[in-house]
């Protein structure tokens, strides 16, 4: 059987997990041909990692989306930012090449997300939401579709990741604070590379301007713990998800790409 390509937009820590699994025989119906990102030389390093671990065919990284995109990829695993995925989503599902995405925080704008809908209907194409550092999405869906239901998400972090965002004060070193209160799209607005998980979460549920966000700051607090609460008339249920890395997100990556070819999917 022929092998599915893929090409990797974002070539950080959980690109590189990707490529590795891929070497070490974890994703034995793919193939991955090309690579982008905003540095080339990223790009190239796993490049060059794939074509130097014999795997019997060609990688090249390229210096533009256009370039990827002209390797009429079966598949682009995009893990850089919900700005990368709304520049390449649309030109991708038109060229024919479905998304594997983290970046699902782009999606909470319903505009976009009706077009991305269309865009891959017209073309035969599909955008698979990866679950990040985040579970539960069946629970989500299936207690959403059954009937009316209430969705919390509430997620703990260290003062660092808060940095460079509006939130962020130099007393949160030391004292514990709630930074931030909103609905989904409020939360991706001020926090773009944060809270995608929250936004993939409303997405699976009752919708991004329904979800009610929450996050807290705490100081020395290394990770994340992101727990996700959903009330209805018969069903309560909590996700309660504590990730002292990002390596999760990247390895939900590799189990929807197997997911997506095998027999059985979990």
């Known amino acids: 059987m022929r092998k599915k390509t893929l090409a990797i937009v974002g070539c950080g820590k959980l690109a590189i997990i990707v490529a590795e699994a891929l070497t ?8 991955i041909i090309g690579t982008y990102s905003r540095t080339f030389e990223k790009a190239k390093n796993i490049a060059d990692y794939i074509n130097g671990s014999k795997t019997g065919y060609t990688c090249q990284p390229c210096r533009s989306i256009d ?31 479905s998304i594997v995405t983290l970046s699902i925080g782009a999606l909470a704008d319903n505009e976009f997300y009706e077009t991305v ?18 579970g539960g999405f ?29 939130v962020y004060h130099p007393e949160l ?21 944060q809270v995608n998980v929250a936004v993939a979460a409303s997405l699976a549920s009752t919708g991004p301007e329904n979800v009610k966000v929450a996050i807290e700051s705490i100081p020395d607090f290394v990770g994340d713990d992101h727990r996700i ?23 939900s990556v590799i189990n929807t790409l197997r997911n997506i070819t095998s027999p059985i999917a979990f």
């Not at 959403?144 to 509430?154: A, K």
């Not at 609460?229 to 390895?251: L, M, R």
């Open 24 to 31: 070490k025989g974890l994703l034995n119906d793919y193939k």
């Open 67 to 97: 370039e990827l995109l002209a390797l009429k990829p079966d598949y682009i695993v995009e893990t850089a930012s919900p700005a990368s995925l709304r520049e390449l989503a649309l030109p991708a599902l038109k060229n024919g090449t």
């Open 117 to 134: 809908k269309k865009t891959a209907l017209e073309n035969g194409t599909r955008v698979h939401l990866a679950s990040g550092a985040i």
């Open 138 to 166: 069946d629970v989500l869906r299936t207690v959403s579709l059954m009937e009316e239901s209430h969705v919390t998400f509430e997620t703990k972090k260290g003062p660092h990741p808060l940095r460079n965002t509006v």
């Open 173 to 193: 070193q030391t004292e514990s604070r709630r930074v931030f209160e909103g609905d989904a799209i409020e939360a991706i607005a001020l926090f773009p590379t």
């Open 229 to 251: 609460e959903i009330k209805s008339a018969q069903i309560h249920a909590v996700i309660d998800v504590y990730s002292k890395t990002a390596q999760i997100a990247g390895w």
